[in-house]
C-alpha cells in the first residue's frame, strides 16, 4: 500500500516530533544493525508514552537496545536482574526510619528512573511482577499510603527468554496489557553479522553513543503525538481488528477497550515516526501483530503451563492476527 496522504494534511505538522524520532532511530541503529523494524517499534513506544517487551534468545541486542534508547536520550537508565527472589521492595523504595530524626526516610527504588530495564522479567515471582503494575498504568509509586510520583518520560524495557521456561512465572494477562508493543530482536542477517564480527573488539559501541534528544524534547515530541489525525475509516478499521479478536472461534479472551486505545496510540506514534501528521491504514496493520498478539488468549490455552512461552505459542498468537488482518477490508 502506498504510503500516501488519505485525508488532508494539518499545516501544523510538527517538525520537533518528527526529528525526536529520527535523530532517535538513527543513535540506536547505529549499534542494533540491520534491524529498522525493531528499532521503529522502539521509538514508536517511546514516542506514545509505551512499555516494550522484548522476546528473544540471549545474546540478540535486548539490553543493548535499553541502552542505546537511554544513551540517544542522554540519560541513565536502571537495570534490574529478575529472580525468583526479588523482592518488591528492590523495585519500588523503601521507608526506613531515621533515629536521628525520629521520622521515616523514603528510599526510592531503582523504578525512579526515566528507562527502567526489567531483564528476564519473568523470573521474578507474580508479586513481584504485579509491584510494576501501578508505575507502568499510572508512573506513581504507592508505599505505606504515600504516592509517589514519577518523572516523565518514564519506559519500561523488559526482556525475556520465551524458549526457556524452567524457573519461570509467565507474566499475567493484566502484566501483559500493560506492554503497549511487544518484540522480537532476531538474529542479524549473515552479511550483517559478518561485519560485526570483523569490525567490532573489545569496546562496546553502545558506549559511543551521544545524547540524541533531550528529556524535554521527548515530553514535547509525545505531547504531539495525540494531534495526529485518524479518519473515521481508519478507526473503523482498527476497530474492526479488534472486535474480531473477541468473536474469532480461536481465541478465548480478545483485545480489551485499553488494548484498542493503545492500537490507536501506537499508530498515531507510528505516522509521525514516518513524518506524517495523519494515520494511514499501513499504520495500524504494521502494528497489529506486535500491539495486539500478546493481548489475547488462545482457546484452549492452559494459563498454568506458561500461555506466554515458548515459539509455537507466540507464533500461533501472530498467526491468528495476521489471519484477521487477511480477512478485514482495508479502507481505500
Known amino acids: 500500500m502506498a504510503d500516501g496522504p488519505r485525508v488532508k494534511q494539518p499545516e501544523t505538522v510538527s517538525a520537533l516530533a518528527f526529528e525526536v524520532a529520527q535523530k532517535l532511530a538513527k543513535a540506536v541503529e547505529a549499534v542494533l544493525t540491520g534491524k529498522p523494524d525493531v528499532v521503529e517499534r522502539a521509538v514508536v513506544t517511546l514516542l506514545a508514552r509505551g512499555h516494550l517487551l522484548i522476546e528473544d534468545v540471549p545474546g540478540v541486542g535486548k539490553t543493548t537496545l535499553a541502552r542505546a534508547l537511554a544513551r540517544a536520550l542522554g540519560t541513565d537508565f536502571r537495570r534490574v536482574q529478575c529472580t525468583s527472589d526479588l523482592m518488591p521492595s528492590e523495585l519500588l523504595g523503601v521507608n526506613v526510619y531515621n533515629s536521628a530524626e525520629r521520622r521515616f526516610e523514603f528510599r526510592p527504588g531503582p523504578v525512579f528512573t526515566h528507562v527502567l530495564v526489567a531483564d528476564e522479567i519473568n523470573r521474578a515471582t507474580p508479586k513481584t511482577q504485579s509491584a510494576l503494575l501501578e508505575v507502568m498504568s499510572e508512573r506513581q509509586v504507592s508505599i505505606d499510603g504515600v504516592t509517589h510520583v514519577l518523572e516523565e518520560p518514564f519506559a519500561v524495557i523488559a526482556t525475556q527468554n520465551p524458549d526457556d521456561m524452567a524457573g519461570t512465572y509467565p507474566l499475567p494477562e493484566s502484566q501483559l496489557d500493560r506492554f503497549l508493543l ?112 500478546h493481548r489475547i488468549r488462545l482457546a484452549g490455552v492452559d494459563l498454568g503451563a506458561g500461555a506466554w512461552t515458548g515459539d509455537a505459542r507466540r507464533d500461533d498468537a501472530s498467526r491468528v492476527i495476521h489471519e484477521i488482518l487477511q480477512r478485514t477490508d482495508v479502507p481505500l
Do not use: C, M, N
Not at 190 to 201: Q, S
Not at 266 to 277: D, E, Q
Open 182 to 293: 511487544r518484540t522480537a530482536v532476531g538474529y542479524p542477517a549473515p552479511e550483517v553479522e559478518k561485519r560485526i564480527l570483523a569490525t567490532r573488539g573489545g569496546a562496546e559501541p553502545v558506549d559511543t553513543i551521544e545524547s540524541a534528544v533531550t528529556l524535554a524534547q521527548l515530553v514535547e515530541a509525545q505531547r504531539e503525538v495525540d494531534a495526529v489525525t485518524v479518519d473515521a475509516s481508519v478507526i473503523d478499521y482498527a476497530y474492526a481488528i479488534v472486535q474480531t479478536t473477541r468473536a474469532h472461534d480461536g481465541i478465548a479472551q480478545g483485545v480489551s477497550t485499553r488494548g484498542a486505545l493503545a492500537f490507536l496510540k501506537a499508530a498515531r506514534a507510528r505516522a509521525i515516526v514516518r513524518g506524517r501528521s495523519y494515520v494511514i491504514p499501513d499504520d495500524v496493520s504494521e502494528l497489529a501483530v506486535p500491539v495486539l498478539a
